[in-house]
């Protein structure tokens, strides 16, 4: 049965399986010197048509902790959203890896920070009993499944640059936010000014894996060194990178976006349509939140589905996957009409 608590419970698609799958020939350099991290590192380098340093890493945890950890000393802090991962869910793993910078949570409407925000932020102190700003990070797509245009990301970079501070994406999402935008992954990232992308591999479809992209060379100083310390560096890691070939090829990795998106959108339609229920946010990539009456999150429940609602931003979370078919999708909705019919 497939379910819409998150796009990690799908399994590896079809092409990242395959790449797997032909990796495993006899034997290879251990520790990340063999041909198929090489060949990926190189592939990533296409796709953001610049000569970015990649490394690969187990989790979004891992990726997204080291990453910030890498552009700020222990008495700096790091600007981000409230319902920011790095700030809801990594369990103090960006400041355990900083040991001790500290993340300033800020609001922001559809879970987006604005450049205000950050000037605010930035400005409210400059003593120095405050941990100095050093590090804006965004999430793209955002806890709340919207996405942020290049032209959005640019505002905020560009306030962040003018104050010296270094731009993050946690980019958990980032093939939904390229596949929604059809822009090139290039406009979404190193030329709207992000300094260092975690780009999600897992929830795209991989068995295992993200890839911290570092567009200014210099940041990556010992970024080596710091996924070995922390247990990320993988000895046999052509299993870690394989699967990404299979991905990138022929713009596999988009049409799963894409198609993840387009059930996001059934499904906000569906919501409307057979129960009345809006969308609380625009419905910009493979979420979809809603407001769910009691009656109907617990008839939904009883009848197995499984999605979240502990999501900072309220509400019921449904999220779909390069696997979701529209099927489920229906059976979801002629759920959901029977239950609203009898409410
Ligand atoms: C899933 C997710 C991550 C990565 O989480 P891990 O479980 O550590 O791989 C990071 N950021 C966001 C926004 C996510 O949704």
Not at 31 to 45: K, M, P, V
Not at 121 to 140: A, N, W
Not at 289 to 311: K, T
């Amino acid at each position: 049965m497939q379910h819409f608590a998150s796009d990690n419970y799908a399994g590896i698609c079809p092409e990242a399986l395959a790449a797997l799958v032909a990796a495993n020939e006899g034997q290879a350099r251990a520790y990340g010197d063999d041909e198929w991290t090489l060949r990926a590192a190189d592939r990533l380098r296409e796709v953001f048509e610049t000569d970015c340093d990649v490394y690969f890493v187990f989790n979004g945890t891992a990726a997204n902790s080291l990453a910030l950890a890498a552009l700020c000393q222990s008495y700096h802090s790091v600007i981000c959203h409230q319902l920011a991962h790095v700030e809801t869910d990594e369990c103090g793993a960006p400041e355990f890896f900083s040991n001790g910078a500290k993340l300033l949570a800020v609001g922001g409407e559809g879970g987006k920070l604005t450049p205000s925000a950050i000037r605010e932020t930035v400005t409210r102190r400059s003593d120095i009993h405050y941990p100095k700003p050093k590090v804006v990070t965004l999430t793209q797509t955002t806890e709340v499944a919207t996405v942020y245009r290049p032209a959005e990301i640019s505002a905020v970079a560009t306030v962040a640059h003018d104050f010296g501070l270094r731009v993050h994406m946690d980019g958990a999402r980032f093939a939904n936010a390229v596949a929604a935008l059809g822009v090139s992954p290039a406009d979404l990232s190193w030329r709207a000014g992000v300094d260092v992308l975690c780009f999600g591999g897992t929830k795209m479809g991989l068995p295992v894996g993200e890839a911290v992209v570092f567009f200014d060379r210099r940041l990556a100083e010992d970024f080596a060194y710091r996924c070995k310390q922390a247990g990320q560096l993988a000895s046999k890691m052509r299993f870690l990178a394989a699967p990404w070939l299979g991905m990138l090829a022929d713009g596999a990795w988009l049409r799963h976006a894409q198609h993840a998106n387009a059930m996001a959108r059934r499904l906000a339609a569906g919501f409307a349509e057979a129960a009345g229920l809006p969308a609380l946010f625009p419905v910009d990539a493979n979420g979809v939140f809603v407001r769910l009456p009691s009656s109907i999150e617990q008839g939904l429940r009883e009848r197995g589905w499984l999605f979240y609602n502990f999501i900072g931003a309220g509400g019921a979370r449904f999220m779909c996957g390069w696997d979701t078919t529209p099927e489920t999708v229906d059976r979801l909705i002629g759920d959901l009409r029977n239950l609203a019919q009898t409410a």
